[in-house]
């Protein structure tokens, strides 16, 4: 076939090398002038388990606890946009981590995005060894436990790492400070949990290394190209889209929209209106001061539901969670990412210049997790809504998309993401 596929992130990237792969015509269109520019761009780059990433699965990223636990849930901030349709995420989201915990056990979503994980890191991991590629990975993650509410919290999760075969050890406060040494020494710590197999990667580096290897499978790549308008096929008609500047529209056998963020103005002409929300988050990279003063592992900061990690010569801290895509830096946020940042891991950046500050938009589903699949309008498919989960599943994502659009028997059931489920 000969597919068209909207936006050059992670999650297109990795779909145009996928379906390249197996002979399919590929054309990429990107509105930036490279590929990712925009959510790929300073996230944390995690590559552990999706579950224990902070705000992947509702119930779990809050300070919400369970039955025997109680307290109050923690949730996004309200931002600029239509507060509506905020509230009404909000309340589908909190009904989902309500229905996890009444349940106390692994669900079927928490099992489906491990799944998505282990099999994208398969993926990762022989891509990176074919072409001989070093995106800054960083071998090993922890996930650092505040206290003994945090890890009854975390069970369910736990349960559903353990049912997928994923290797976790439970460390206690000084095991983990012996794995991290720089740890410091204000940090309250109740233990962690550690996974030697996960890590972390420079998502914008390994994105634009992937780029490589699909254009060597055949793909094509036109940047600086914006799809203003899409015709789904149907009646002996190709998908067709709409470039600016351009008169005639190009046509395709399929379209892939994979533009994040731009999505719903590309689908809402349509009729179709998706059932995810931008939660805007925060990443701040700065110059590694001293290689001793820095994490060993990729870090996951479960309290303060904060993602650090040295990547490379630089220190990513990633944090905070808003409604909607536009709108100012939240100051208090950002000083809570540099307060902990020193607190944590002291002495590990150069905090007065080189400085680099991203406010990136992750677009979200109510159930944590993505849209991925046939549309319903002919030729369009979506792989959409993936969430602070983007790096950790891109590559799976990518491969199900494959299997679907040559309807092949895949590793997972597509039901459980099918863009359709919340009718």
Same mark, same amino acid.
């Given at each position: 076939?000969?597919?068209?596929?909207?936006?050059?992130?992670?999650?297109?990237?990795?779909?145009?090398?996928?379906?390249?792969?197996?002979?399919?015509?590929?054309?990429?269109?990107?509105?930036?002038?490279?590929?990712?520019?925009?959510?790929?761009?300073?996230?944390?780059?995690?590559?552990?388990?999706?579950?224990?990433?902070?705000?992947?699965?509702?119930?779990?990223?809050?300070?919400?606890?369970?039955?025997?636990?109680?307290?109050?849930?923690?949730?996004?901030?309200?931002?600029?946009?239509?507060?509506?349709?905020?509230?009404?995420?909000?309340?589908?989201?909190?009904?989902?981590?309500?229905?996890?915990?009444?349940?106390?056990?692994?669900?079927?979503?928490?099992?489906?995005?491990?799944?998505?994980?282990?099999?994208?890191? *398969?993926?990762?991991?022989?891509?990176?060894?074919?072409?001989?590629?070093?995106?800054?990975?960083?071998?090993?993650?922890?996930?650092?436990?505040?206290?003994?509410?945090?890890?009854?919290?975390?069970?369910?999760?736990?349960?559903?790492?353990?049912?997928?075969?994923?290797?976790?050890?439970?460390?206690?406060?000084?095991?983990?400070?012996?794995?991290?040494?720089?740890?410091?020494?204000?940090?309250?710590? !109740?233990?962690?949990?550690? +996974?030697? *197999?996960?890590? !972390?990667?420079?998502?914008?580096?390994?994105?634009?290394?992937?780029?490589? !290897?699909?254009?060597?499978?055949?793909?094509? +790549?036109?940047?600086?190209?914006?799809?203003?308008?899409?015709?789904?096929?149907? !009646?002996?008609?190709?998908?067709?889209?709409?470039?600016?500047?351009?008169?005639t529209p190009r046509s395709h056998d399929a379209i892939v929209v994979?533009?994040?963020?731009?999505?719903?103005?590309?689908?809402?002409?349509?009729?179709?209106?998706?059932?995810?929300?931008?939660?805007?988050?925060?990443?701040?990279?700065?110059?590694?001061?001293?290689?001793?003063?820095?994490?060993?592992?990729?870090?996951?900061?479960?309290?303060?539901?904060?993602?650090?990690?040295?990547?490379?010569?630089?220190?990513?801290?990633?944090?905070?969670?808003?409604?909607?895509?536009?709108?100012?830096?939240?100051?208090?946020?950002?000083?809570?990412?540099?307060?902990?940042?020193?607190?944590? +891991?002291?002495?590990?950046?150069?905090?007065?210049?080189?400085?680099?500050?991203?406010?990136g938009t992750r677009m979200c589903t109510a159930d944590g997790l993505?849209?991925?699949?046939?549309?319903?309008?002919?030729?369009?498919?979506?792989?959409?809504?993936?969430?602070?989960?983007?790096?950790?599943?891109?590559?799976?994502?990518?491969?199900?998309?494959?299997?679907?659009?040559?309807?092949?028997?895949? +590793?997972?059931?597509?039901?459980?993401?099918?863009?359709?489920?919340?009718?």
């Amino acid at each position: 076939m000969n597919i068209a596929i909207v936006g050059a992130g992670s999650i297109g990237v990795a779909t145009a090398h996928a379906l390249a792969q197996v002979g399919h015509e590929v054309t990429v269109y990107e509105r930036h002038g490279t590929v990712a520019e925009e959510a790929s761009f300073g996230h944390a780059g995690w590559l552990g388990p999706s579950l224990l990433q902070p705000w992947s699965v509702p119930g779990l990223s809050t300070t919400e606890r369970s039955p025997t636990l109680p307290g109050r849930q923690a949730l996004p901030r309200p931002g600029s946009g239509n507060l509506a349709a905020q509230l009404r995420w909000l309340w589908q989201w909190r009904q989902a981590g309500r229905r996890l915990r009444k349940a106390g056990e692994p669900t079927a979503t928490m099992a489906a995005l491990e799944t998505l994980t282990q099999r994208s890191q *398969q993926f990762q991991q022989s891509l990176w060894r074919q072409w001989e590629l070093d995106p800054e990975y960083v071998s090993g993650s922890l996930v650092l436990l505040g206290s003994e509410a945090d890890h009854e919290q975390l069970k369910p999760a736990l349960a559903a790492l353990a049912e997928a075969g994923t290797r976790c050890e439970a460390l206690d406060a000084t095991q983990t400070r012996l794995r991290e040494p720089a740890l410091g020494e204000e940090t309250a710590l !109740a233990g962690s949990l550690y +996974f030697p *197999q996960a890590g !972390a990667a420079n998502g914008r580096l390994a994105t634009l290394m992937q780029r490589q !290897a699909a254009q060597s499978a055949g793909a094509r +790549f036109e940047t600086q190209r914006l799809v203003q308008r899409l015709q789904p096929g149907g !009646a002996g008609r190709t998908a067709r889209l709409q470039l600016q500047g351009e008169d005639t529209p190009r046509s395709h056998d399929a379209i892939v929209v994979c533009a994040g963020a731009e999505a719903a103005n590309l689908l809402a002409p349509l009729s179709l209106r998706l059932p995810m929300i931008a939660l805007r988050g925060y990443g701040i990279s700065a110059p590694l001061r001293e290689q001793g003063y820095a994490p060993r592992h990729a870090i996951v900061d479960w309290s303060e539901q904060m993602t650090l990690v040295r990547l490379g010569q630089r220190m990513r801290v990633v944090a905070g969670a808003e409604l909607g895509s536009h709108g100012p830096m939240h100051e208090a946020t950002l000083q809570r990412m540099y307060h902990r940042l020193n607190m944590v +891991f002291p002495g590990s950046a150069v905090l007065t210049s080189g400085v680099q500050i991203w406010h990136g938009t992750r677009m979200c589903t109510a159930d944590g997790l993505p849209l991925l699949g046939a549309s319903g309008l002919p030729g369009i498919w979506l792989n959409l809504g993936h969430g602070s989960c983007g790096a950790a599943i891109a590559q799976g994502c990518a491969s199900m998309l494959s299997d679907l659009m040559d309807n092949r028997t895949s +590793f997972l059931d597509s039901a459980l993401l099918d863009p359709r489920r919340f009718g």
